[in-house]
């Protein structure tokens, strides 16, 4: 049934606001009255809403949590819902970061019917559609709720497309899956003329769902703005989102729904592997040790029952881990150029180093798709990246991308949503690790996801590990066409790059290293995760950390170095070129795959506030990796600053 058409919201408005005393005051029984020149708090991550430790549920006790990770620390258990807010108002980039549905979900649950905000992320708007939690960017609306006016629920469709906004009428994507398969509603068609497309809107294409009821693939053309279903080659989850995405699956389409196609679909227990080493004794009273443990069961249970390949855990000479981190194993052994690949998580646009549109969605959006194999798409705007000549020594990719990230048009929200394709001669002059952190990193711009187009280099390394011919590869390609219309264009020369480290809070506080206003004083380094635990950036590590041994340097004194393999691959090729030794005489703590301190799940978080990390990850916003202030860098840096027990460029070994 569609919703009514107009809504009144009952309940205060709750300003997000940097003035925390006046949240504290709100929280207590005080309404405020809209002012525009309030100062409302941007670049409210996932992170915050839903902390890592809150994700550990995935039902309605995520309410009791909701905005506990919040800047500031004013929001405890219950704060949220006992507020009596219907109505959440911030500033910029609402729900930047990790792809988790539990934080919109949470926002629900606690009494929240509609968010506010200057611009709202793409992962977290969509999954606040598919669970019913209307958004807007309107700030004309705050007024007539306060004077308690009902709107009209077209307010809340304006700007979208047709199949998005018929979830908003619907309440929900499975109340509007249920609708579609009764015949009652359907996507639009697509009557886009042929023109010269971008990388992506070309793969779209390719995979859009024609005709849902005969199956049939492909459409003439695409163009930004247009909304359709598309199939995907590959769907995959973690421990972390399997379980909330089972029950929505069987809670949606009955106790004995079978996922179709499931040779396409994948499970990873890589997120929580190394939980309890690090689990603080607080959480442990609150039964949360118990409480994860269930989703690497629940997830496994599941895996068993719809014969879903499974990654689990391993046990070698480094001890427990996983057999890889899902980005880097969908790179290694999955995903082919031309694909359609949907994970659930933000990063799975690493991916699109093959030359695939790959990109993250949230449980509803995955349970829809382990019954439909479809995702919904709202074709993107395309940022085309052309990268020219070569980087210096001591400068990488990770460097590129914090410049990238550092530039006005990112930082205002303006890349929201967008896909970042990276083309020149520099970028195909990078070896594919270094690629894999460009388009990893896109979605740290807003960013729909990142891509590269196929070419040799991809298509050797895929020939060798597939078992495809070169042939076959180049013929399942895709290139963007000449006179493709991007919304912006960059133009970076490598050479004029230098390293660079982003302050805490955002990675898109990038700054040269050189201009960091005084000694920055570590106690942690780590290199790892997905983005800095690949093949190149052990050579990286390693070729800083030599130096340092051959002068007789270790890991300076009350510092601690981690480094962290992606896959088991990664680590047999560590193994293999001699650096765990190297590591090991360096004073590093060696860690198998798993995300780990990425996400506080494992060694390498910080234990107190005053602790400084510098780190390889792709994201620093507050309490990501514990309690402490991240500064990300590349690989380089990450060593050199373990040996000099502050942030410096590898030449200051």
């Known amino acids: 049934m569609p919703r009514s058409a107009s809504i009144r919201f009952n309940g205060k408005v709750l300003y997000l606001t940097q003035d925390t005393a006046e949240i504290t005051e709100q929280l207590a029984g005080k309404s405020l009255s809209y002012d525009p020149s309030r100062e409302l708090i941007d670049n409210i991550s996932t992170d915050e809403i839903t902390p890592g430790w809150v994700?550990?549920?995935?039902?309605?006790?995520?309410?009791?949590?909701?905005?506990?990770?919040?800047?500031?620390?004013v929001f405890k258990k219950d704060s949220l819902k006992n507020s009596g807010a219907s109505v959440l108002v911030s500033g910029l980039s609402k729900g930047c970061g990790s792809s988790r549905e539990t934080a919109p979900y949470s926002e629900l649950k606690a009494g929240i019917k509609l968010v506010i905000a200057k611009t709202i992320e793409k992962i977290y708007g969509q999954n606040a559609q598919n669970i019913g939690l209307l958004t807007s960017t309107d700030f004309s609306l705050i007024e007539r709720i306060e004077r308690g006016e009902e709107i009209a629920l077209s307010e809340f469709t304006k700007g979208l497309d047709p199949i998005s906004a018929d979830i908003v009428r619907f309440g929900g994507l499975f109340e509007y899956s249920k609708a579609r398969f009764a015949g009652e509603v359907s996507p639009p068609t697509l009557t886009t003329p042929s023109r010269p497309m971008t990388l992506a809107e070309k793969i779209i294409a390719q995979r859009a769902v024609a005709d849902a009821k005969t199956e049939s693939l492909g459409v003439r053309a695409v163009q930004p703005?247009?909304?359709?279903?598309?199939?995907?080659?590959?769907?995959?989850?973690h421990e972390y989102v399997t379980p909330m995405a089972d029950a929505l699956f069987r809670g949606a389409f009955g106790e004995d729904a079978r996922v179709r196609d499931a040779e396409n679909v994948y499970a990873f227990r890589d997120h929580l592997t190394f939980l309890d080493d690090v689990m603080p004794e607080a959480h442990v009273k609150m039964g949360l040790r118990e409480q994860s443990r269930k989703l690497a069961v629940v997830q496994e249970g599941f895996a068993r029952s719809q014969n879903v390949k499974y990654y689990g855990e391993v046990e070698n000479s480094v001890g427990k881990g996983s057999q890889a981190i899902c980005h880097n194993a969908v790179i290694e052994d999955i995903a082919l150029p031309g694909q359609v690949v949907a994970g659930t998580d933000s990063h799975t646009c690493m991916a699109g180093v093959l030359g695939c549109f790959a990109f993250g969605v949230g449980s509803t959006d995955m349970a829809n798709a382990w019954f439909t194999r479809d995702i919904r798409v709202r074709v993107p705007e395309s940022v085309r990246v052309t990268l020219r000549g070569k980087l210096q020594h001591g400068v990488s990719a990770k460097d590129v991308m914090l410049h990238l990230l550092s530039q006005s048009y990112f930082k205002t929200g303006k890349g929201i949503g967008q896909v970042l394709e990276f083309d020149g001669d520099g970028t195909h002059a990078m070896g594919l690790d270094e690629r894999a952190t460009l388009t990893n990193m896109s979605v740290e711009a807003g960013g729909f996801t990142g891509i590269i187009a196929a070419d040799q280099v991809v298509w050797d390394y895929l020939s060798e590990r597939r078992g495809l011919s070169v042939e076959a590869l180049k013929a399942m390609s895709v290139r963007a066409d000449e006179g493709a219309r991007y919304a912006h264009h960059f133009d970076i020369a490598l050479d004029s790059l230098v390293p660079m480290v982003a302050t805490p809070g955002d990675p898109r506080n990038g700054i040269a290293l050189t201009q960091?206003?005084?000694?920055?004083?570590?106690?942690?380094?780590?290199?790892?995760?997905?983005?800095?635990?690949?093949?190149?950036?052990?050579?990286?590590y390693a070729s800083v950390l030599r130096r340092a041994v051959a002068k007789g340097q270790r890991v300076a004194p009350g510092v601690r170095l981690f480094i962290q393999f992606g896959s088991q691959e990664i680590r047999q090729y560590a193994e293999?070129?001699?650096?765990?030794?190297?590591?090991?005489?360096?004073?590093?703590?060696?860690?198998?795959?798993?995300?780990?301190?990425?996400?506080?799940?494992?060694?390498?978080?910080?234990?107190?506030?005053?602790?400084v990390t510098v780190s390889a990850i792709n994201r620093n916003f507050p309490g990501r990796s514990g309690p402490g202030s991240v500064?990300?860098?590349?690989?380089?840096?990450?060593?050199?600053?373990?040996?000099?027990?502050?942030?410096?460029?590898?030449?200051a070994v």
């Open 225 to 237: 703005g247009d909304a359709l279903f598309v199939r995907t080659d590959v769907r995959f989850s």
């Open 55 to 73: 994700c550990y549920y995935y039902d309605e006790t995520l309410a009791n949590y909701s905005l506990v990770g919040l800047r500031g620390g």
């Open 631 to 651: 500064y990300l860098a590349s690989p380089w840096v990450v060593a050199a600053s373990a040996i000099a027990g502050h942030i410096v460029g590898p030449d």
């Open 576 to 611: 293999a070129q001699g650096y765990v030794a190297l590591f090991q005489a360096a004073g590093a703590e060696l860690i198998n795959p798993s995300c780990g301190a990425c996400i506080k799940a494992g060694p390498g978080v910080s234990e107190r506030a005053d602790e």
């Open 516 to 540: 960091l206003p005084a000694k920055v004083k570590i106690d942690v380094a780590y290199g790892g995760s997905c983005t800095g635990g690949k093949k190149t950036d052990m050579d990286m």
